[in-house]
């Protein structure tokens, strides 16, 4: 009887933002709106890359797998998201664990993914002149697959823990996705070991990660300022200062959304984080990438010959 107690949670409530109709109507047309842009925009980065043999270049390679990322972020959450603005709030627990696992996933790799766009920058800027054997074609897709893998053995540990957990209690979710910190408020058994491996992914993922992108970009900026024509170093700054922006923007928000709930920040406020890095960061990072990028542009040119 014990047990037939503690597993009657088959479903969760998504509350989302807000119960107005009118509020509700107006977010769903913005949300649909950035979803297709995402789609759109990331869909484009990589179609064009790939028809385009100027683009078949390690950076434009990571960037190719970003746009993938972000596709799939989207993906993962703005459908759901667009259905509980739509008046139905319910996720079935299996949906719930599904879409923690990709979400977790996806995340980790995006974090990953950066530390290995840095690498590329710092090799491209620092050591030129090996550029091509440093960054052959085996390095970047053993770098590309490890960025894959690790991520997707984290989120297995994390969904698998999560799976482990009792939910015999409230089953309504401050929020409108299905990620770790809420999840955990709502058990009813402890999540001693889950909180452990958190602060462990925490420090992996997040800390680690960040000083790596952060000590490449230190040496990017030390070998910037030792070039001598005013010119070079807007050439050199011009290759990585999108990805820099984008990386402190994205930083920002998965700290917030995991790190700081520890220490009592809001909920609300949680909520407009975690649509930064779902849905505005996926939609925006197509225009920083390309806005000034030459190269991408010709691209385009090319698979639309009639724009100018």
């Known amino acids: 009887m014990a047990v037939s107690n ?6 969760f409530i998504l509350q989302g ?14 949300f649909f709106f950035l979803y297709l842009m995402a789609l759109v ?27 993938i990322l972000d596709i799939s972020c989207t993906t993962t959450v703005l459908p759901k998201l667009l259905e509980n603005l739509a008046d139905k709030k319910s996720i079935s627990y299996v949906g719930c664990m599904t879409q923690l696992y990709f979400l977790t996933w996806l995340l980790g790799a995006e974090l990953l993914l950066f530390t290995a766009m840095a690498y590329d920058r710092y090799v491209a800027i620092c050591h030129p002149l090996h550029y091509t054997t440093m960054m052959s074609r085996m390095v970047c897709i053993l770098l590309a697959g490890s960025v894959w893998t690790i991520s997707a053995i984290n989120s297995s540990v994390h969904t698998g823990l999560m799976i482990q957990l009792t939910f015999c209690g409230p089953n309504k979710i401050n929020h409108f996705l299905c990620e770790i910190p809420t999840l955990l408020q709502l058990s009813c058994t402890s999540t001693y070991l889950n909180n452990t ?41 011009s290759t990585c200062s999108s990805h820099l922006i984008v990386v402190i923007i994205y930083y920002t928000t ?36 390309t806005l000034r990028n030459k190269d991408f542009k010709t691209a385009l040119k090319k698979m639309f010959p009639f724009s100018k």
């Open 6 to 11: 503690q597993t009657i949670v088959t479903e």
């Open 197 to 237: 491996m958190v602060v462990i992914a925490d420090i992996y993922f997040a800390v680690i990660n960040f000083v790596l992108t952060m000590m490449s970009y230190g040496f990017i900026i030390s070998s910037i300022l030792k070039i001598h024509t005013t010119e070079g170093k807007k050439k050199a700054f």
């Open 17 to 30: 933002f807000s119960e107005a109709r009118p509020l509700q109507l107006a977010l769903f047309c913005i």
């Open 41 to 67: 925009g990331n869909a484009l980065i990589v179609v064009a890359i790939r028809l385009d043999s100027g683009l078949h270049t390690p950076m434009y390679f990571f960037l190719a797998s970003l746009a």
């Open 254 to 289: 998965v700290i917030y959304t995991y790190i700081l709930p520890g220490f009592g920040s809001s909920m609300d406020n949680g909520k407009v984080v975690a649509v930064l890095y779902t849905t505005i960061s996926p939609t925006l990072n197509p225009l920083i990438y």
